[in-house]
């Protein structure tokens, strides 16, 4: 009887295990395989780069990263052999380059492994600079000028003052080029008629270029909200800082960035004012000034439609739900790709997802401007493997109110972090933690060689003031493919804040534009950062160490319901 049983039980394994094998076979040009980066090849700063072609992928994504972790070229290619020009790269840096690609649903898988190389091929120093009507100035070049004949063609106004054959790092200027002149030189370090690099160099003129500011526009009237300052020039300045004045010329906020996108809150406007911001690019002691006035008025816009679960993978039959942050919203939706502006069905229940169907939707008000239409392409899927890359705060030297317990913003944030890991691993979530010895850059660059479906950064915060409260989560912006989760996970902590008498302690979510480095969309494919509340507040600062576990649940089931594993 017995060898009648195991007769049947390898029968039935061997039909199960080929018809398995027949579906992987059919559906092998649907999923993304590993593959290999196979070369990488350069000319100067143009390089060839060949990888093995994934046939489930739409499209390879493209990326350097130098030694800090910071991304210094990315781009999209639908090739396997792709060839590009990768600018402002330094001499004696060890760059690491990393290919990922991409399905139709943008599901990614990184190459198995990165390539690295260090660049050595001759550049201008960077530390080459002529302000100050320098005698004897050397222009100083980094590499080796041995291997070939290398040209320096030096000129001003069109003109070609000096063309000349050199072979030492360091080439004295003649200083009649610029000796008691107001001129810029334009330096060009030439090989077989390739331009390798270039410099330009200032002598008693202001090296800083006009500033523009394209957003906001002058005299605009702009919706109250968070206001986003985006301008350009200022080339070779170190930093800008950026002041904003009211009408009456007080200084409101003062910024020191190196960025040309600046997101100021809406909490530092009044509704029906007039204000001035001025972009200041600064180099030593040179600088230019660019100004920019507008009004901030007291009609907002509806906060975007979110939904309920991922769009990656929804199970048949699942209930998504439509919300917006914005109190009193009315939704409007789309089944069929049109605009939910015009041909938007009034949303009343959740819509019952049985096949793909993309979903647009707006959120409207009264005496409210519409908020931006949300596009979610839903996939029907049975898949609930997730994996999830936690990054608590590693910020030891933060310090909350030591006599309700909280000790360092580190050592507590780990604790909540702790109970986050727990849940979802109970799940069976596939999790994978930070190091904390390292950085943001290399935390964000885990994650992406992981090929993570999210990352979540686990932080409390802190006032100048040490008056404010509450929570806050953090994304790149608006349109980000982290809205929805980030709102879901926002209002799971946010139902579980004790003192709901305290106004504004439900900060919402917050837009970065790129100031926030593991939200950052260009560095991280699925980033968002939970500010829990405020460690130098008592009463916040008590809820979170007499809640750890609470809190980190409530994180793990707002990430667990987005993804359909629980109800």
């Known amino acids: 009887m017995e060898i009648i049983k195991k007769i049947i039980f390898i029968f039935v394994m061997f039909i199960v295990l080929t018809f398995a094998g027949v579906l992987l076979l059919m559906n092998s040009s649907k999923v993304l395989t590993s593959f290999k980066i196979l070369s990488l090849d350069h000319s100067y700063t143009y390089f060839e780069l060949k990888f093995e072609k994934v046939k489930a992928a739409t499209k390879y994504k ?298 647009k939707a707006i959120a409207t008000g009264v005496l409210k401007e519409n908020s931006i239409v949300t596009e979610y392409p839903i996939h029907v899927s049975s898949d609930t493997n997730i994996s999830v890359y936690i990054s608590p705060s590693n910020q030891s030297g933060n310090e909350g109110v030591h006599s309700v317990g909280f000790t360092n913003e580190k050592a507590e944030m780990n604790k909540i972090a702790d109970y986050v890991i727990e849940r979802l691993k109970e799940y069976n979530a596939t999790v994978y933690r930070n190091n904390p010895a390292g950085n943001i850059n290399q935390w964000n660059n885990d994650a992406n060689y992981l090929g993570v479906d999210m990352k979540l950064a686990i932080h409390s915060n802190a006032s100048q003031s040490g008056s404010a409260y509450g929570t806050e989560t953090w994304i790149d912006d608006e349109t980000s493919k982290t809205y929805s989760l980030a709102n879901l996970i926002q209002s799971s902590i946010t139902s579980l804040y004790p003192y709901k008498d305290r106004t504004g302690y439900d900060r919402g979510v917050r837009y970065a534009h790129g100031d926030i480095g593991e939200a950052n969309d260009l560095y991280v494919n699925f980033g968002m950062l939970v500010e829990v509340a405020y460690h130098d507040d008592e009463l916040d600062a008590k809820w979170m160490v007499e809640n750890y576990q609470t809190i980190g649940y409530s994180i793990a089931d707002a990430i667990l319901r987005y993804y359909g594993i629980i109800e």
Do not use: C
């Open 62 to 359: 493209i990326e350097f990263v130098n030694s800090r972790g910071v991304i210094v070229y990315s781009s999209y290619s639908y090739d396997n052999n792709t060839s590009f020009y990768v600018n402002n790269l330094v001499y004696g840096e060890t760059y690491s380059v990393m290919v990922y690609a991409y399905d139709e649903a943008l599901n990614y898988k990184p190459a198995k492994e990165s390539y690295e190389f260090t660049f050595i091929d001759p550049l201008f120093s960077s530390d080459n600079v002529l302000t100050l009507n320098n005698s004897e100035y050397y222009l100083k070049i980094d590499g080796d000028l041995s291997n070939k004949e290398y040209k320096l063609i030096i000129e001003s106004n069109n003109e070609i003052l000096e063309e000349t054959i050199i072979n030492s790092n360091s080439i004295k200027l003649n200083e009649s080029y610029y000796i008691d002149k107001e001129i810029v030189l334009n330096i060009y370090l030439m090989s077989g008629g390739t331009i390798i690099d270039s410099i330009n160099l200032y002598n008693n003129m202001n090296p800083v270029s006009d500033i523009v500011i394209t957003t906001p526009s002058e005299g605009a009237n702009i919706i109250y909200n968070e206001v986003v300052l985006k301008y350009y020039g200022g080339d070779n300045a170190n930093n800008y800082i950026i002041n904003l004045y009211d009408k009456k010329n007080n200084l409101v906020s003062s910024k020191e960035t190196t960025n040309t996108t600046v997101v100021f809150a809406k909490e530092l406007f009044n509704q029906n004012e007039s204000y001035r911001f001025d972009v200041i690019g600064v180099y030593n002691e040179y600088s230019k000034i660019s100004s920019v006035n507008f009004v901030m008025t007291d009609r907002e816009q509806m906060k975007p439609v979110y939904i309920s679960h991922n769009w990656k993978k929804v199970k048949p039959g699942t209930k998504i739900t439509l919300a917006s942050p914005s109190e009193d919203a009315t939704i409007y939706y789309t089944l069929d790709g049109s605009d939910p502006t015009t041909n938007g069905v009034l949303y009343k229940e959740p819509i019952t997802v049985d096949q793909d169907v993309t979903i």
